[in-house]
């Protein structure tokens, strides 16, 4: 069975402040990872992914996520926050066997003030 | 554009009718999902295809709902007597393997009065 924990519901930060959401996963098999964002009004967009290469994966607009199987997580952060970072994030988990399903978090909602 | 589409976008209907939307996959794309997402919530997986067997529902897929996706290409959502629950955004997406990332449509807002 596989499941995800987005640790914070909100992030609210400053512009030019590091960013750092949080995400917890659970997997029977060692799984896919990734981090999608979502707009007001837009499509889900990925940010990046990670499948079993490198623990360190970058992503566009700046993200990058490490894998760590020992605490089985995978954080989103970003060095300096810009307005246009204010949305929804979701970290979502898939696993590599069965049916491929996958499951998403409940999704952390970043404000970024001026 | 050839990206996941998905129609019609925005849905009205009353309440005990039925509805029906449309998603084409990219092209390449042999796996199709479907989600629903509701207000404040991520979404929540209902269902899978691989080419046109449905591998996988969710228990949230109840017996109004159905899916089909006849011929592996285009798929599509049916939602039997509406009821006001069934009020939520309904995303498709597709991918080409197992490894890659799944990208989305749009979705299809669908509200029940």
């Known amino acids: 069975a596989q499941s995800v924990t987005q640790l914070d519901s909100h992030v609210s930060v400053s512009e030019g402040t590091p960013v750092l959401l949080r995400c917890n996963y659970s997997?029977?098999?060692?799984?896919?990872l990734f981090w999608y964002v979502q707009h007001p009004n837009k499509g889900l967009q990925l940010l990046l992914k990670y499948t079993s290469a490198a623990t360190l994966v970058k992503g566009i607009n700046g993200f990058e996520a490490e894998f760590k199987k020992s605490e089985t997580s995978f954080h989103l952060t970003k060095p300096s926050a810009h307005m246009s970072d204010a949305a929804e994030y979701f970290c979502?988990?898939?696993?590599?066997?069965?049916?491929?399903?996958?499951?998403f978090g409940a999704g952390t909602r970043l404000f970024v003030k001026a | 554009d050839t990206g996941v589409s998905q129609d019609p976008r925005h849905k009205i209907t009353k309440r005990g009718q039925n509805v029906t939307f449309r998603c084409d996959p990219i092209?390449?794309?042999?796996?199709l999902y479907w989600y629903r997402q509701t207000l404040g919530q991520g979404p929540e997986f209902l269902t899978y295809f691989q080419n046109e067997a449905q591998l996988e529902k969710s228990r949230l897929l109840s017996d109004r709902f159905s899916a089909e996706r006849p011929k592996g290409s285009f798929s599509t959502l049916e939602i039997q007597r509406t009821e006001q629950g069934d009020s939520a955004m309904y995303l498709c997406a597709s991918s080409s393997d197992v490894n890659t990332e799944a990208f989305f449509g749009q979705g299809t807002r669908l509200t029940v009065v």
């Open positions: 979502v988990v898939r696993g590599n066997t069965g049916g491929f399903k996958t499951i």
């Open positions: 092209s390449e794309h042999n796996r």
């Open positions: 997997s029977s098999y060692s799984p896919s």
